[in-house]
């Protein structure tokens, strides 16, 4: 019962931390994937397009952000135009109803826990506390990353490959149609979907063939998993070839005319198949190194214990001691001429649900691109290994700890001010004074993650606003730049605005330009340019964990 009252308690952050919102700015990935995306192509805003989503090199499945961001911002359009909500179009709907869906997809993890742990002979409700208390599920699958979507297909695998009769026993799988869909679907959001995918697909092959005396039955299996595939597969094929290409319905017609030659060939150059152009692209180790190159070994050492803390050290160790065990089994078995090998369920479950861990794991670490984000979707399997003979049980406190630290860095801390920045931004350049009277904006964004410009609710048509993103210029071009914009005479009722963190503010001071208003958005942690040690124990210590916005004062200039 204490455990219920605890999660349904967990629960209920999730979601008002939600609706808080949440500051924290985890990766640009968690705009420019789909809210973004969406926000230009539904509420036709001014945004920027990222190289995936470009027609030239179209390497993102369009049907998800359509599905997600998409339906959002289509409602809140809807609402808009009805005249039931005149003002539904603003930076925090915009900010905050893709992310309350995603919030409410990330109960499909619970669920799953909830249907897998009897299987798994874990308690459900401690498993179900230990996955909502966990940071990664408060922060990570609150947010709009792909990452997320395949975390979700890949726990909805897991529970279609899973399943016992009400005595215990295994159950004959007949989710075979189910399991194409989700398969295939996995794979289009994300082609290393099937790293995860691999496991499930191999224990429920063998639970197929285990379970079948007639190798008809079996084949009739896999063809309606074939079959479904199949079928997924054009559906999305076909939706991504008519976003990113001028085909429509004349095209289809003119080409419907033609031989079945020319059929063929107009068919296969417009034709836009994502994950293909996904794979040539990272598997090409020079545009990997474009992203950041990283130690093989980076996921196992450092991005695994980054996420789950002590889970995944406690993982690791049952992994060395199972292969020890496994090792020893085969030496005998070898000796005696007697046992038997190959993939079955321990009476605990464990062994495999650390495959379930670890092969997507190995596979993940194959590539030099490694981020903590790829390893969110292992949290199920983790969770219900480590609830298992109650393993995390005397690491609780510690456990609570990393998790409260975790959400507090990741979901406040990290580059915490820019979104604040934007909010403050859009009701400024919206208000009724700019309104009445337009006036240019140019927002000048240094050293600071990629700004989402569809928080800053521009229409495409209006150009009074520009945004410029500078990143992490050097000195001398950022001055150069903001010397640029406050000399620009030829505009008279011209405002510039330079966002920067405060570790990095003594550098806009050398530029030669003046300000007269200065406003610190409070905390702000930038991990590219942190705060300074000796700072934080100093009276100054709130402009090291700030972020600035700075309006150049061109009256001065004038001067």
């Known amino acids: 019962m204490r455990a219920r009252g605890l999660w349904a308690l967990l629960a209920a952050l999730r979601a008002g931390w939600c609706l808080l919102p949440q500051a924290g700015y985890l990766h640009p990935d968690e705009f420019f994937q789909s809210p973004e995306v969406m926000a230009g192509d539904i509420l036709n805003l001014q945004v920027y397009y990222p190289w995936e989503f470009l027609s030239s090199s179209p390497c993102r499945t369009i049907v998800f952000p359509l599905m997600t961001s998409g ?32 919030t409410v997809f990330s109960f499909i993890l619970d669920y799953s826990v909830y249907r897998l742990a009897p299987f798994w002979k874990v308690d459900p409700w401690k498993a179900l506390v230990l996955l909502a208390g966990s940071y990664v599920t408060l922060v990570f699958y609150t947010r709009t990353f792909t990452n997320t979507l395949e975390g979700l297909l890949f726990a909805l695998l897991m ?54 005396k007639s190798i008809k039955t079996v084949i009739n299996h896999f063809l309606k998993l074939v079959l479904c595939a199949c079928f997924t597969a054009i559906v999305f094929v076909t939706a991504d070839t008519f976003y990113f290409t001028s085909m429509g319905l004349d095209n289809l017609y003119s080409i419907k ?27 090409n180790p020079h545009n990997l190194a474009l992203h950041g190159s990283h130690p093989r070994v980076t996921h196992f050492t450092v991005n695994g214990i980054m996420l789950f803390g002590v889970l995944h050290i406690l993982a690791i160790g049952a992994g060395i001691k199972t292969l020890k065990e496994y090792i020893h089994q085969l030496i005998r ?15 605990e479950g464990s062994p495999t649900l650390l495959l379930f ?15 903590p984000r790829f390893l969110i979707p292992l949290i199920l399997p983790l969770v219900l290994f480590s609830t298992s003979q109650n393993r995390a049980v005397k690491w609780r406190h510690i456990i609570t700890i ?34 009445n009277h337009p006036r240019h904006y140019t927002l000048l964004f240094a050293h600071t993650y990629m700004p989402p410009r569809s928080l800053l609710n521009i229409k495409k048509r209006d150009t009074h606003i520009e945004v410029i993103d500078m ?89």
């Not at 869909?181 to 063939?209: C, D, E, K, Q, S």
């Open 257 to 283: 005319k033609s031989s079945l030659f020319d059929v063929i060939s107009q068919l296969n150059e417009k034709m836009i198949v994502t994950p293909f152009n996904f794979l040539s692209y990272n598997l």
């Open 471 to 559: 990143a992490g210029s050097e000195e001398e071009t950022l001055c150069q730049t903001v010397e640029q914009r406050a000399n620009n005479f030829t505009c008279n009722d011209c405002h510039v605005f330079v966002i920067i963190p405060g570790t990095v503010r003594a550098t806009i001071t050398k530029c030669g330009v003046s300000f007269k208003n200065e406003t610190l958005i409070f905390p702000h942690l930038s991990m590219e340019d942190p705060p300074q040690i000796p700072f934080l124990f100093s009276g100054n210590w709130r402009s090291q964990l700030g972020l600035y916005i700075l309006q150049v004062d061109r009256d001065q200039q004038c001067l």
């Open 159 to 212: 529970v279609l490959v899973s399943s016992r009769k009400s005595d215990g026993s295994l159950a004959e799988p007949t989710s075979s149609p189910l399991i194409g869909i989700i398969t295939t679907a996995g794979f289009f959001n994300r082609p290393t979907f099937l790293a995860f995918a691999l496991m499930p697909l191999l224990y429920w092959a063998g639970l197929i063939v285990d379970s079948q």
């Open 71 to 102: 339906v959002t911002y289509w409602v809140i359009k809807s609402l808009q135009q009805l005249d039931i909500c005149s003002s539904c179009i603003n930076s925090y709907t915009l900010l905050v109803s893709p992310r309350l869906l995603f």
């Open 357 to 371: 861990y670890f092969v997507p794991l190995a596979f993940l670490s194959l590539f030099s691109h490694q981020e």
């Open 402 to 435: 990393f998790n409260v630290l975790g959400a507090l860095l990741f979901g406040y801390l990290h580059q915490g001010g820019l979104i604040p920045c934007l909010c403050h931004l859009e009701q400024l350049m919206h208000s009724p004074e700019s309104s």
């Open 333 to 347: 078995v070898r000796s005696f001429c007697h046992g038997s090998s190959g993939l079955s369920v321990h009476s």
